[in-house]
């Protein structure tokens, strides 16, 4: 029988244009390889999660290390408060310290070595296999992978090293690791490291200015972005102590001295001392004014027959001015003080005042530490600052002997007598003071009237002047002081020749204090950022403040 014939049978459709094909085996062949690969991965990922499970399971010390929540770490025997303590712990004894990991490296697997830092002290830390607690291979690996700058609780035995550990303060004492618990993790990707900030910043930069590319150290706008981190700088973070002495010293004297610390406010309801330079701020539904300073307020306490004041206070300047020793915001040192026969008795008691300060700073054994730290950092003018000898009276000159001083030094002074001396003046007559009287402090006194505010008291003798006075401190200004008016119709009669209105909002209450007697009484404003600045010989003002304000800066 013969085979069917496909002929009359209809034929078989065509694909249609534009019909999709069935995978190619190009791509069989890859999705087979990618399956395989994923499969593979699964399966080491499972064995090493199956390894680190066994060998977390025989670490017989993951309870002497680890993340300090949740941890039940081990109790403290003795516990110091600051690495520089460790200097009076005997050998052997187990102490527990809290500080940052400055380093950390493994030496192989059985060895690791850690510093700790605490401010300017630094000690070695041994972490070794075995021991009395059974250190384990797993405990080194993790200690040296700690992240730099972790806050970390250590607890170890005091040991003498072999040698001297010359890379750490502590260099005659090392710890030998018994516990490391983690209380605050680092980021392992830090913006700036520590060690950057180890020398003061380029002195290139004006303000906050550009970076310098063959500078290895961090730049100083760099540092203020990170602020956290680079106060932790040894020399950085002794600035800020060493400000924190100079307050002391300062709120001491004044004490011993019969004055009263108030605390005025920093908030006015009018723009007291000159529109432009103040700032406004929102006070609920009106206007308010930070103020420029605490003047009208301790004026106003001498009124009220508190005595002598003075404070510590904020300073508000609302000045476009982008230099090395300018700032928006900067801490004064006011005081105010009655005077019994002549205005003097207030400028005596400031000079006094600074020797005492800074004789102070050049001899207390903190505050000698704390500038020595800084020194040897790379600041060679800290400390290194001139006033008289004990029992002798700060050098003073008046503004025309000052401005004689600088003519006969070939400076053009111009020809009007009272034409104000300008800042590169300034530093070019402390230059001549040291080399004349050798001392980095000097006072100038008895201003032209036309150079003071309308609250200056003229002078008796001579009405183009005043009874104030400018502190220096290697050339720079530091303070203005003076005696007030404080006589009603004298001030009135000195706001109308200054182009103030008596009844602008504002000065109601100033008026106020002088309406029902008030005695004569004189201060001054000492800028606490610029006593620091230049008794350390700092470049920038930027650098002596903890959180700068200037025209760009308003963060950190």
Do not use: W
């Amino acid at each position: 029988m013969s085979a069917p014939s496909d002929e009359g049978l209809p034929s078989r459709p065509k694909e249609e244009a534009g019909e999709e094909k069935g995978p190619s085996k190009s791509a069989l062949k890859k999705a087979q390889k990618d399956r395989e690969k994923a499969e593979k991965l699964a399966k080491r990922l499972a064995l090493e999660e199956e390894q680190r499970m066994k060998a977390e399971a025989s670490d017989t010390a993951k309870h002497l290390y680890g993340p300090l929540s949740g941890q039940s770490a081990r109790p403290v025997k003795k516990f110091c408060k600051s690495l520089q303590d460790l200097e009076s712990v005997a050998e052997d004894e187990e102490v527990t310290v809290q500080a940052r990991i400055y380093n950390a490296r493994a030496q192989g697997a059985k060895l690791a070595f850690l510093v700790l830092r605490e401010q300017e002290h630094t000690i070695q830390v041994v972490v070794a296999e075995g021991g009395a607690h059974g250190i384990s291979r797993q405990m080194i690996k993790y200690c040296a992978g700690v992240n730099t700058e972790s806050f970390v609780r250590v607890t170890g035995l005091v040991k003498a090293p072999k040698d001297p550990v010359h890379s750490t303060s502590l260099s005659n004492q090392e710890l030998h690791l018994e516990s490391l618990y983690v209380v605050s993790p680092a980021e392992e990707q830090l913006p700036l490291q520590v060690k950057d900030c180890i020398k003061p910043p380029s002195t290139r930069e004006e303000g906050e200015g550009e970076a310098d590319t063959n500078d290895p150290n961090a730049t100083l706008k760099t540092r203020l972005d990170n602020k956290i981190l680079a106060t932790r700088a040894p020399a950085t973070n002794a600035i800020f102590q060493l400000q924190s002495e100079i307050c002391t010293i300062y709120s001491q004297y004044m004490l011993s001295h019969g004055f009263t610390m108030i605390q005025p406010s920093y908030l006015a309801g009018a723009a007291t001392e000159g529109g432009s330079g103040v700032f406004e701020v929102t006070y609920f539904e009106r206007k308010a004014y930070l103020t420029q300073s605490p003047q009208f307020f301790k004026q106003m306490a001498i009124a009220g027959d508190i005595g002598p004041v003075f404070s510590i206070g904020p300073v508000f300047r609302a000045e476009n001015s982008n230099t090395k020793r300018h700032l928006t915001e900067f801490t004064g040192l006011d005081y105010e003080m009655p005077i019994q026969e002549h205005y003097h008795e207030v400028l005596s008691f400031g000079e006094d005042l600074m020797l005492h300060l800074i004789r102070q700073l050049l001899s207390r054994p903190k505050s000698k530490h704390l500038t020595s730290i800084i020194r040897d950092a790379g600041y060679p003018d800290a400390g290194n600052f001139q006033v008289p000898p004990e029992g002798t009276k700060a050098t003073r000159i008046t503004f025309q002997e000052a401005k004689t001083l600088l003519k006969d030094s070939g400076f053009d002074i111009g020809t009007d007598p009272h034409a104000d001396i300008d800042t590169a003046q300034e530093k070019a007559l402390g230059d001549l003071i040291k080399q004349k009287y050798n001392t980095d402090f000097f006072t100038i006194d008895q201003y032209p009237l036309s150079l003071r505010p309308f609250y200056t008291h003229p002078s008796p003798s001579n009405p183009e002047l005043s009874n104030s006075y400018d502190f220096f401190m290697r050339g720079q200004e530091i303070m203005s002081g003076a005696q007030r008016i404080h006589e009603l119709p004298m001030l009135k009669e000195m706001m109308k020749a200054k182009g103030v209105n008596p009844v602008d909002p504002g000065f109601k209450d100033y008026e106020e204090a002088f309406r029902y007697g008030c005695p004569m009484h004189g201060g001054g404003g000492l800028g606490l950022n610029r006593i620091l600045q230049f008794f350390l010989g700092l470049n920038n003002i930027r650098e002596a403040t903890l959180f700068p304000r200037d025209p760009v800066r308003l963060g950190p």
